[in-house]
T-cell receptor, first 116, second 118 residues
Framework: AQKVTQAQTEISVVEKEDVTLDCVYE???????LFWYKQPPSGELVFLIRRNSFDEQNEISGRYSWNFQKSTSSFNFTITASQVVDSAVYFCALSEAGTGFQKLVFGTGTRLLVSP | DAGVTQSPTHLIKTRGQQVTLRCSPISGHKSVSWYQQVLGQGPQFIFQYYEKEERGRGNFPDRFSARQFPNYSSELNVNALLLGDSALYLC?????????????????FGPGTRLTVL
């Protein structure tokens, strides 16, 4: 069974602080994909990153970085020098290749509040 | 280029009624998926349609149905509405290409339709 756990319900930081959002996943597939999406108050899910199960390289994109560790089934997301515009709900998601179709399984999300 | 569009933006229905939600994919995208997001939760997969056929279905009752039209737009229908159907319904579109071929095409989400059942 597929499952994504985001244990942090809400995180509050002050602008310019670094913050890490945790994501732990469960899957029996050997081929799978992991994602992070951002959901601002407008409601639209914004794609941030995709990682496949064979690529454990960490990735950095501007102030965003992702740490994928298969050994601990984790795919954590760090925002460096947070800004007020980063305030949103962030979702981690998993998609298994074995299903034959693109079903995203989401975690319950982490609400990030960045105050000035 | 226009993104995924959904209509209506908001909808209020009463228990027992039926509702139809609409989605237009990004131009060139042939696959449409529907998700339900209850307040405070992550989106839950309902359906994926590709080339007008259902390719996958989540754990939702038969009251939920969908179809895809020749222009790849899609409708989600929910019959006999329950209070628990109140949610944000998200549509996502993607290019053709499945996971089996080792190629994953991103799903791009629309702004959603917020359904309130009273």
């Amino acid at each position: 069974a597929q499952k994504v756990t985001q244990a942090q319900t809400e995180i509050s930081v002050v602008e310019k602080e670094d913050v890490t959002l945790d994501c732990v996943y469960e899957t029996r597939d050997t081929t799978y994909y992991l994602f992070w999406y951002k959901q601002p108050p407008s409601g639209e899910l914004v794609f941030l990153i995709r990682r496949n199960s064979f690529d454990e390289q960490n990735e950095i994109s501007g102030r965003y970085s992702w740490n994928f560790q298969k050994s601990t089934s984790s795919f954590n997301f760090t925002i460096t020098a947070s800004q007020v515009v980063d305030s949103a709900v962030y979702f981690c998601a998993l998609s298994e290749a074995g299903t034959g179709f693109q079903k995203l399984v989401f975690g319950t999300g982490t609400r990030l509040l960045v105050s000035p | 280029d226009a993104g995924v569009t959904q209509s209506p933006t908001h909808l209020i229905k009463t228990r027992g009624q039926q509702v139809t939600l609409r989605c237009s994919p990004i131009s060139g995208h042939k696959s449409v998926s529907w998700y339900q997001q209850v307040l405070g939760q992550g989106p839950q997969f309902i359906f994926q349609y590709y080339e007008k056929e259902e390719r996958g279905r989540g754990n939702f009752p038969d009251r939920f149905s969908a179809r895809q039209f020749p222009n790849y737009s899609s409708e989600l229908n929910v019959n006999a509405l329950l209070l628990g159907d109140s949610a944000l319904y998200l549509c996502a579109s993607s290019q053709p290409g499945g996971l089996a071929g080792g190629k994953y095409n991103e799903q791009f989400f629309g702004p959603g339709t917020r359904l309130t059942v009273l």
